[in-house]
């Protein structure tokens, strides 16, 4: 039976109030979400892509775990937060992928590889996060409703939850911002 929203809630507090219990307890009820969440950020990527989506899941977990300290408001806010991590490992994977596209470290490749990853791919994802983070030096909330509806995958009213703002004020900032994030992603 799937752990409503209260329950995860209360296992998010009692972890940060030092409960280690509730840590093990959180796990089994939010990683099938989590895989889930890794898996949408993991359809864009290439077939071959190295980096599966269980070691995504993983490495997201683990710095999650290491965000003891952070004042779970609930289970969104904790997806929310869970979001912007995968995003981060992603743009820092493609990152020192294209470093490495540049001779950052030597490693042999195939024709095969060559042609399978894309340097505009990785080009795209590192572009789009520097468009976001332009985004957060202009405009923040807006920048955080990218973070939590593209890469959270949370819904208005969940995004409104999280941010403690209006649901219209959510659609209209989403709005913006994806045309903001178009027209900043053509120049």
Do not use: C
């Not at 109030?17 to 009820?29: F, K, M, N």
């Not at 965000?67 to 904790?78: L, P």
């Not at 994977?93 to 950052?104: L, N, Q, S």
């Not at 976001?132 to 959270?152: A, D, H, M």
């Amino acid at each position: 039976m799937p752990a409503s929203n209260n329950d995860v809630s209360e296992l998010l507090r009692r972890w940060k109030s030092g409960d280690e219990e509730a840590l093990d307890r959180l796990t089994p009820l939010v990683y099938d979400q989590l895989h889930q969440l890794a898996h949408q950020h993991m359809r864009g990527e290439r077939a071959d892509h190295t980096l599966q989506t269980s070691a995504l899941v993983n490495e997201a977990y683990l710095r999650l775990v290491e965000h003891k300290s952070v004042d779970w408001q609930n289970r969104a806010h904790f997806f929310a937060v869970s979001a912007v991590l995968m995003r981060r490992i992603l743009v820092d994977y493609a990152r020192e992928r294209k470093a490495a596209k540049r001779g950052g470290k030597f490693h042999e490749v195939t024709l095969e590889d060559e042609l399978t990853f894309t340097k505009e791919r990785a080009s795209e994802l590192v572009a789009l996060d520097e468009a976001i983070q332009t985004l957060n030096e202009i405009y923040p909330r807006r920048s955080k409703v990218v973070e939590l509806r593209y890469f959270g995958g949370l819904n208005n009213k969940e995004a409104a939850e999280v941010m403690q703002v209006s649901e219209a004020t959510i659609e209209r900032d989403w709005r913006f911002a994806k045309a903001w994030l178009y027209r900043e992603m053509q120049k």
